[in-house]
């Protein structure tokens, strides 16, 4: 990854900040011939659109949007796609009160020790508004992929309240506003989710990737792992913290007997007992569901006054009133399922150019 | 990262498989004028060897490295350093019995199913041995940062047993063979150990990983974020399942008030009460100390049966009677440490090519 | 290079094609704090805009650049910088007749080869419409190098009709719609084109580029070498066949005592008794300017038919009716300013990184 | 390109200096499956080793490569292949002379004002002896692009005494040691590279390139434009001052009707009536011939003395009596062709990798 970019040769250079004119991206290497218009990619963007339910952020942007190039009568040519979001709702008064002081956990204080200024309008570029970009190129990267191959994310944990994996059921995510696959955590997490929002405070979450339908192969050695640059790809997302593949850091206490994922045939297939690999091996997919999960830390834009500093050096309490998500980890998922399209999208074809199939 | 190399401006690349003449990398864009000799390297490489304890695997290995290219009168040029290292011990009767099976938990199947075939000596490209080299390069990357900057590693957890952290002294880290910063756990660790041994057994296993002195600034927006970088570059390790930076996984379960890390004045500089960003925010440096941790798997090679198949697609018992560490998570700490050199120093090269600072 | 990107940390992605709504890049990894608006941007492309003369096609683009991302009040941040150019004077109608059958000296059947289809509007992403982002990112890059590098281009060949490099006079330059540093040769050049426009034909020139000011150090061995990277960068624009650094092909005629550039202390610094090098030895900047030449084809666009076949493999005519430039070297003079500054910008930064100078 | 690698899918990474222990590359990305051995590298590098006639340096190089990695059981295995060539005739003596002072014409003076030191044996880095590496991995990538794919090169020009093009032969090519296509001209050739030799001079020269049956589609737009990075490739060859493709400067002379490469249909395929593009449209190939040329410099190490100066800023002549190419163009053949593969093979990846074909 380059500062702005991602991918080889399915490469999305994103660029734009949260109270500019517009936020897009380029998507460039995208196969030809794709039909794609914009209403293949308004559906992702709608599922992370803010203000959906009481538990985001109330800002109102339409997030519309524009494929500017790389179409012609509604199918890609192989050129650079580039898609564009206006920016509609940016109430700068909202913000002007800490352009002054560094907001802890926000990236204020970095931003302005690496480059000696910083834009303070909503965050500027490192604004969760940017993960609309990726969410687009993910819907574009969703096509190179094909209808063979399903990625699918939800919300499993907020704060202490873990879903129980028993109860999971796909089909209940897209039926609450939380991206909860266990119907019965529904209304555990909204009553939590209620009283964090009531004390101005913020909570953090995990979110879990399935991809299904991967073609095995996928991914190259070492430095070129799938699961590596999985791992780059969702640490890039805004206040991510945790990356894990397959069974992840509960991997630590398992032996060897019960880590292995044993193999038989199956219809002249090879089949697994068990996916604690996560799809991957050696870096490579192995045709099985490729599984992740992400930690996101708590919103860090909270109305409990923490302490901190100005820019000339002096004390100062940063409390923040604006309109956020008291957790951002919800509308992760789709930000989440997007990475790995495009993960998925560029090392389709990486392979595909070094092998040929 | 693309297939065997990473990094920008320092830009590490691998080749060699287990059993082939040799391994090696080279190391490109390293700054010219550094104090660079084989004693600056091998040191780092006798820690990683194995056969130094009776807890990693027997296999004698000299793990002597060469400098081919890239000094001059002792000190770096500015040109490409070509760091080799010949096999020695390759006892390639260990591994005929499985070329013709698929051994759980490696690579040998996805290596097959993408390239249509693989080097089955010892595993080959997808050898641990390969980590040799990382270490030869995160010692030249070590030089890059100066003496200011310093980089650690400990193993954490084997297994089930985690070290008590109110005990952690960094001095011990380097008196036993585990790694342990908690002597009262190292006793511990070796009785499980031999036991897991014995079973024919293997378990999995946590580092940490630390850098101070590492200057604020140091990553990029929003994809070449430092953190996204360093989790790409463990992800890359062999074995290794998870990455956290900071409170990691931890941060789900924090609320945005016990999250913030406050910030005060200090001596005319910023100090910050805890440390959960892991040294990071935004994905640039902070000036607190880069705080990484990663998950490696129990080591797949067991000598219980595991049900796989073979090549012609009949089901086969895979055991593996070679010379194999129990916990391949004890020799992944200087490898860790070494990854994270490289990130940092290729980070240090990237920040001051854009900043000139 | 990868499809539309170019440069390590200085790093443009261009988009867009001839007849969609809009063209642009991303200008990534400019150093922060740079005064950017855009009126330091409009100038370089009001020089390149068409239908300032008769000799450049008549079609009228206002070539308003807008910046929608990456300052904060008049300043670079250090984060993506998006550039956009409405297309304004998009008349399809002139492209209609084509789209069926391939243009000779044009991509359209390559297009249709690589990619199976192609948008024929107006030469779609392959026209030279493109090359304004170029111009673009080429003023970005001027304000990295700093007013202390001077880049400068001039035509110096039209068909066979050469300046007189004795008359040479870079204030004539900015004097004449033909960049023609030869006052004398303007007139030859007028009548010639007139005549070349009267029949509907066209023909190819020559431009030299010059950059004065660059600091001693850009360049890298042996791949990454500053030379190298320039004849990428100019012979990726459109129509462009050929590219000299220094002496060039003549060098091919010298011995090595003509070409030797010798060398001498004046003032306490070394000076050179010529130039043939072209102000780059072994790949790196040697203080003095930095000289290129690159051939420009004639434009394929002309009225006489020429034999070619359709999409359907039938024999066809071709003639072109379209407004078009008898010379399109006339506007590659700003467009190869521009990729010289882009060149130099980059290696600047990449120095910067490796050796802190 | 970076500093030391090039390609984007098939990707080399060079290292070595004259002088040190050996010299090799790193070939990544290499499909897997192909038969390769030594010997299919060596006779490349026979064809430019040195010393096989009287017209090129007298050093003797063995040259014998070996490949310590990337293989199994005689085909690649699709992971990095390690080329290695031990240096063997390391006459230091011969350049102790020149330390002190810096040789007009060779990079060094900008090693040092780049790094503030140089490897001055020999060149070190930027010695001509780097080249035997490309010609290695030159060998590999013609095996990617297979037996269909023809890449061939010639001198064409030596000094003032240009071949005649019409008594053009290939079959003459491997008949003289001057890689010179037109038999009439080699005893030309001959005496004046004596003359050359005995006044302790030196001479440029051009070289001309051609691959037939490369596929149509190779290349990307606009900034991965096949002759774009043809141009890259070719100019980072050591002492190359120009690149044409196709008709080249030549083509500034051209009307568009003269220029214009007519189309047909023969046989159901289209056949053009000529090639000035040089195989490349719109820098994506036609299925033509991909033809260049480049120019190479007088080799700068002559008898004559040259004014230059020390280290300490003194005034100072530099001659050189070491053992050395009068001609460098002449060995520059092999190395064209293997540059000339090595874009070819990358972009047939890449282009397989965007499109599946």
């Known amino acids: 990854m380059s500062h702005n970019s991602f991918g080889h040769l399915f490469r999305v250079t994103s660029w734009g900040e949260s109270h500019g004119p517009a936020i897009g991206c380029v998507v460039d290497g995208c196969p030809p011939g ?45 050129t650079p796609i580039s ?79 873990a879903i129980d994996g028993a109860h999971w059921d796909w089909d209940q995510v897209e039926r609450n506003p939380l991206f909860c696959p266990d119907a019965a955590t529904v209304p555990v997490w909204e009553a939590y989710l209620d009283q ?5 405070s913020s909570v953090g979450a995990i979110v879990a990737l399935e991809a ?27 206040a991510v913290k945790g990356v894990e593949i397959g069974a992840g850091f509960a991997a630590a206490c398992l032996s060897g007997e019960e880590n292995a994922d044993a193999m038989s045939m199956q219809g002249g297939r090879i089949a697994f007992g068990s996916n604690h690999a996560g799809g991957v091996l050696g870096g490579i997919s192995t045709g099985q569901p490729v599984t992740a999960r992400f930690a996101v830390k708590p919103t860090s834009s909270i109305l409990t006054p923490v302490a901190s500093v100005t820019r000339d050096g002096e004390a100062a309490l940063v409390s923040t009133r604006g309109r956020h998500d008291p957790c951002v980890g919800i509308r992760a998922v789709p930000v989440g399922e997007a990475m790995l399209a495009c993960v998925l999208a560029d090392h389709l074809l990486r392979h595909r150019g070094q092998t040929g199939h």
């Open 34 to 78: 794709i039909a794609l218009s914009e209403a293949d990619i308004q559906p992702f963007l709608d599922r992370r659109r803010p203000g959906q339910s009481r538990f985001t952020t109330q800002r109102q942007e339409a997030d519309a949007v524009r494929i500017l190039s790389g179409t012609f009568e509604g199918r890609t040519t192989g």
């Open 83 to 161: 898609l564009q979001i206006e920016n509609v709702d940016q109430r700068s008064k909202d913000y002007g009160a800490i352009a002054d002081r560094y907001r802890p956990g926000h990236a204020d204080l970095t931003y302005e020790l690496k480059y000696g200024l910083r834009d303070p309008r909503g965050g500027g570029r490192s604004s969760a508004r940017e993960t609309a970009v990726r969410v687009a190129a993910g819907a574009v990267a969703r096509l190179v992929l094909g209808p063979d191959v399903r990625v699918r994310g939800a919300l499993v944990q907020i704060g202490p309240h």
């Open 196 to 200: 964090v929002r009531k004390n101005g």
């Open 212 to 238: 299904d339908g991967v073609p095995p192969g996928l991914g190259a050695p070492l430095y070129g792992k799938l699961d590596a640059d999985l791992a780059a790809a969702l640490m890039s997302i805004n």
